[in-house]
């Protein structure tokens, strides 16, 4: 699903081509035990599912695009939510016409090649809470 090499609290990660980048992120946390830090990265990608918050509504609206893209700029940030690694990523897709699009990632499938730093801090990992004001799972340092 991928390959990594570690530089002390930083790792160099490689998705393997066709996989689920959010799926092969939060893998790669669960193996090597990275309850939070930060993610980063560039790569290409055919398809991605982009969520938007209305917080007129606190409804999600999510937008599909099936297309070959660049991943312009990815980054993110590694909780916990209970007991599961909880990733939010936030992407910015190159089009074939050099416009963009971009915002909170759901999913994306990996076309062409996925490099990535994912760099574990040390210490005890924030949570994420449900807040009802905005909608979001927001952090919590309780
Ligand atoms: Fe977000």
Not at 11 to 21: G, R, T
Not at 36 to 60: C, D, E
Request: proline residues 2%; glycine residues 10%; hydrophobic residues 40%.
């Amino acid at each position: 699903m991928y390959k990594y090499r570690q530089y002390g609290s930083r790792y160099v990660l490689s998705i393997d081509n066709h996989e689920e980048l959010v799926a092969a992120v939060a893998s790669f946390c669960r193996e090597r035990g990275i309850t939070v830090g930060t993610v980063s990265g560039i790569g290409a990608v055919n398809s991605a599912t982009l969520r938007f918050l209305n917080p007129a509504t606190k409804k999600y609206v999510d937008g599909v695009f099936e297309e070959q893209m660049e991943i312009a700029s990815l980054v993110g940030n590694i909780s916990m939510k209970g007991d599961e690694v909880y990733l939010h990523l936030h992407a910015t897709f190159g089009r074939r016409d050099y416009t963009c699009v971009g915002g909170h990632l759901l999913c994306a499938r990996i076309n062409g090649a996925c490099e990535l730093v994912v760099e574990k801090f040390e210490g005890v990992a924030p949570g994420r809470v449900f807040d009802p004001e905005t909608g979001l799972n927001i952090y919590s340092f309780d």
